[in-house]
């Protein structure tokens, strides 16, 4: 008997039942289990035996909710498709944050726009200071269908992908004393106007009212914090600190060169203001 053909065998085995567990697992989660609608009450409907949240922008208000628990590191993730038809001046997000005076937060943030291409604006706040904005053009249309978000946040490196393909890595790089979100931060979603800055000053047609997105795949992949010692979430028995998730890897390093070099249409440390960020400097 080929002893190689069984090893073989049993390695698709092992791998075909993993991949089973996961799906299990994303299907199964309510949104109840991490989740809670924060605002917007009756702008939010629960659909699909609770596995899906839709939240509605119109004249009266916009909807978002948040997750349950705070953390302090995490591969979190999220399956969205944001409003169809003439979007221009929504706003719909999936975002980190903590709760202080100079909080830190991790936004993915997507621009309504009348039609493809579409923005998704990304940004960070460490000790109460943005500004440090990234902007793609999606190579797809977020309107169509659902599309897998995650942000990756450990003491070595943030980083965004969209259908997994890392788009932005921000480093901890302590040596050129860059700053890095330490706060335990909660997980937020939500739709909301925000028209001017969101839609190059253009005017939102509400005759497009009501606008919808809707979220998906509500189990999380993060450390609980109980208190302020954020140390216990760098430790390695969380898989998201091993040592593959310190760095992108070959593959994942062309895939961002990529979405760099083909959709990057704004980088803050290309722009007048990068003198204040140590992390432009080469």
């Given at each position: 008997?080929?002893?190689?053909?069984?090893?073989?065998s049993f390695a698709f085995i092992v791998l075909l039942v993993t991949s089973l567990r996961i799906s299990c697992r994303a299907d199964t989660t309510s949104f109840?289990?991490?989740?809670?609608?924060?605002?917007?009450?009756?702008?939010?409907?629960?659909?699909?035996?609770?596995?899906?949240?839709?939240?509605?922008?119109?004249?009266?208000?916009?909807?978002?909710?948040?997750?349950?628990?705070?953390?302090?590191?995490?591969?979190?993730?999220?399956?969205?498709?944001?409003?169809?038809?003439?979007?221009?001046?929504?706003?719909?997000?999936?975002?980190?944050?903590?709760?202080?005076?100079?909080?830190?937060?991790?936004?993915?943030?997507?621009?309504?726009?009348?039609?493809?291409?579409?923005?998704?604006?990304?940004?960070?706040?460490?000790?109460?200071?943005?500004?440090?904005?990234?902007?793609?053009?999606?190579?797809?249309?977020?309107?169509?269908?659902?599309?897998?978000?995650?942000?990756?946040?450990?003491?070595?490196?943030?980083?965004?992908?969209?259908?997994?393909?890392?788009?932005?890595?921000?480093?901890?790089?302590?040596?050129?004393?860059?700053?890095?979100?330490?706060?335990?931060?909660?997980?937020?979603?939500?739709?909301?106007?925000?028209?001017?800055?969101?839609?190059?000053?253009?005017?939102?047609?509400?005759?497009?009212?009501?606008?919808h997105a809707h979220y998906q795949d509500f189990h999380v992949d993060g450390c609980v914090l109980q208190d302020h010692n954020i140390r216990e979430c760098h430790?390695?028995?969380?898989?998201?600190?091993?040592?593959?998730?310190?760095?992108?890897?070959?593959?994942?390093?062309?895939?961002?060169?990529?979405?760099?070099?083909?959709?990057?249409?704004?980088?803050?440390?290309?722009?007048?203001?990068?003198?204040?960020?140590?992390?432009?400097?080469?």
């Open positions: 008997m080929d002893h190689s053909c069984l090893s073989g109840s289990d991490n989740y809670h609608v924060t605002w917007g009450h009756d702008h939010a409907l629960l659909l699909n035996q609770d596995r899906e949240i839709q939240l509605t922008l119109d004249q009266k208000s916009g909807a978002g909710f948040e997750s349950k628990m705070r953390y302090g590191s995490g591969l979190f993730h999220i399956r969205m498709k944001i409003p169809d038809k003439n979007s221009t001046g929504v706003l719909t997000s999936f975002y980190l944050a903590s709760r202080s005076s100079h909080h830190d937060e991790i936004d993915l943030e997507f621009l309504g726009n009348n039609g493809p291409p579409y923005k998704l604006h990304t940004n960070l706040y460490i000790n109460g200071q943005g500004g440090r904005e990234q902007q793609i053009l999606l190579w797809f249309d977020p309107t169509k269908d659902f599309h897998s978000y995650k942000i990756l946040w450990n003491e070595h490196q943030i980083v965004f992908f969209v259908d997994n393909v890392p788009i932005r890595v921000y480093r901890n790089n302590i040596r050129k004393k860059v700053s890095f979100p330490s706060q335990p931060m909660h997980i937020f979603a939500s739709i909301w106007h925000a028209e001017g800055w969101a839609s190059d000053g253009r005017k939102t047609d509400w005759h497009q009212a009501p606008f430790s390695p028995k969380f898989w998201w600190n091993a040592e593959k998730y310190r760095k992108l890897n070959p593959d994942q390093e062309r895939e961002y060169r990529n979405v760099r070099k083909m959709h990057l249409v704004y980088d803050y440390c290309s722009s007048k203001s990068s003198s204040h960020y140590p992390e432009c400097h080469k």
